[in-house]
């Protein structure tokens, strides 16, 4: 049985995830919303497993794929956790601003 993943070149794939990467990297990097962070770190962790199935699919080895799945499990736990904390922050100080939240330290 063919795959699509198959007629399109693996470079392709490559361009795309570098390019979400990117974003991903960018949105952590320059955006000051918790929020927004935790959706750009998912972004990143999704052009991993784009690459990670679309190189599992090339050579022919369900490896890949399996470590995807893994990834899923431990990114969904971590989101659990994090929009855990971001609500019980939001519960004692109203905002979920990066800079607000370094008040905090001191």
Do not use: W
């Amino acid at each position: 049985m063919n795959s699509i993943l198959q007629y399109i070149p693996l470079n392709y794939y490559v361009a795309l995830a570098a390019i979400l990467f990117a974003i991903g990297v960018m949105g952590v990097l320059f955006r000051r919303n918790a929020i927004i962070i935790f959706m750009c770190i998912e972004l990143m962790l999704n052009a991993v497993n784009m690459l990670l199935t679309a190189f599992s699919t090339f050579h022919g080895d369900e490896s890949g794929q399996v470590m995807v799945f893994f990834i899923m499990a431990v990114a969904a736990a971590e989101v659990a956790v994090g929009l855990a904390i971001l609500v019980m922050i939001y519960n004692n100080i109203r905002t979920v601003d990066i800079d607000e939240l370094n008040k905090l330290k001191g």
